[in-house]
């Protein structure tokens, strides 16, 4: 007698083969929702100090259309970062909210859109709003830079957020002519160091401040004509002394209120005098009067807020001049350190305390980065 076999009712069948239908629905839209189920390494915080800063685990990045996926083999720091990290500087909307406005790296994954001299493999410096201190970052294929041939890619990672200010400041708004006179605030900065350079490679002059004799040294290294330690000498007085009474043609000003009444008295007879940032404050009283008078041209700009379009624009015509004059040799990145990146928050500490000379760069990758060399 054979055995007895149990036949399980159609209702029950097709109401399990039902549940594994939803659960898989479910499952596809949480994908879409939330993207990948892999994880990476970024940089996280809480609002407050550099000791704040932690190395996270988050979601990996999923190229939208028009857009690459960069594997980061070394990112950068830069002052904006230690303002987002106290609650000054919000990402513009849409931008990740991790750290990092620039990173170096290889291109990993490509998403729809994109044309097709863009390809799997290549060595790229980008330009972000945002998520450069992460092991995986997207970016607009646009604002993805060919790395010059023979670049490490630690020094790929100085360049695009702090060249790319210096030349749109330079270019962009300030109509750099080879007969001006350039006045550098932060010369030692790395937008100070690639501003000096632009400039003497224009055939202008670059006159700038710093804090130290070491950093107006580096400047000078770079083609500064000279150098003004604001903490020892008057630096208007210094300008128009320097310049035989004239005064500057453009004055590259990230610091603001501080600074305000020795930047009017240097600024020459229609001057142009470019805000970008406001590191000695922001409320000051203006003696509109003199700006009258001298026809001054008063301009103030951030990069990471423009349109997709303006930046596309903007890494078009700096990579027609630049990147030549990286290849060889007239340009360079200055690098002062770099650091794991699970040491970004001794890196921010250094920056506040503005103990950098260059760029502070961090290494994610280890397998490509531990054969890179300054």
């Known amino acids: 007698m054979g055995a007895r076999v149990e036949m399980i009712p159609p209702k029950i069948l097709w109401f399990e083969y039902s549940s594994l239908l939803i659960q898989m629905e479910t499952a596809l839209i949480l994908h879409r929702l939330l993207g990948s189920s892999e994880r990476r390494k970024a940089a996280q915080y809480t609002e407050g ?81 945002g998520g450069g201190n992460a092991e995986y970052v997207t970016c607009p294929w646009q604002l993805a830079m060919e790395v010059p041939g023979h670049f490490s890619m630690s020094q790929a990672a100085a360049v695009p957020e702090v060249w790319l200010t210096a030349y749109m400041l330079l270019y962009t708004l300030g109509q750099l002519k080879k007969e001006d006179t350039v006045l550098i605030h932060a010369g030692g900065s790395g937008v100070g160091t690639a501003a000096v350079q632009l400039v003497h490679q224009c055939g202008a002059t670059a006159i700038v401040t710093a804090g130290s004799q070491e950093k107006i040294d580096l400047a000078k290294s770079l083609g500064a004509s000279a150098g003004i330690n604001y903490k020892q000498e008057a630096v208007g007085d210094r300008v128009l002394e320097i310049t035989n009474g004239k ?10 209120a501080s ?25 000051t009283n203006v003696n509109l009067g003199v700006l009258l008078r001298k026809r001054a041209n008063l301009m103030f700009s951030t990069l990471r807020a423009r349109s997709l379009e303006y930046k596309a ?40 305390a503005n103990q950098t000379q260059g760029k502070l760069v961090l290494q994610v990758h280890g397998d490509e980065a531990a054969k890179e060399e300054l």
């Open 49 to 129: 100090g550099p000791e704040n800063l932690f190395i996270g685990q988050v979601a990996q990045p999923e190229p939208k259309d028009g857009e690459v996926r960069i594997k980061v083999m070394f990112t950068a720091i830069n002052r904006a970062d230690t303002l987002q990290r106290r609650g000054g500087y919000n990402p513009p909307p849409g931008a990740s909210d991790i750290l990092g406005l620039e990173a170096a790296g290889v291109i990993e994954k490509i998403g729809p859109g994109c044309p097709t001299n863009v390809t799997t493999g290549q060595r790229v410096m980008a330009l972000l709003s």
């Open 247 to 256: 005064g500057a043609d453009m004055i590259l000003d990230c610091v603001g």
């Open 259 to 283: 600074m305000q009444e020795e930047n009017t008295k240097a600024l020459a007879l229609e001057g142009r005098w470019i805000v970008y940032g406001l590191m000695g404050g922001a409320s």
């Open 313 to 352: 624009v903007l890494v078009k015509n700096f990579s027609e001049l630049a990147l030549p004059l990286f290849d060889n040799g007239t340009f360079k990145p200055i690098v002062q350190a770099i650091l794991p990146l699970a040491d970004i928050g001794k890196a921010h500490a250094m920056m506040e």
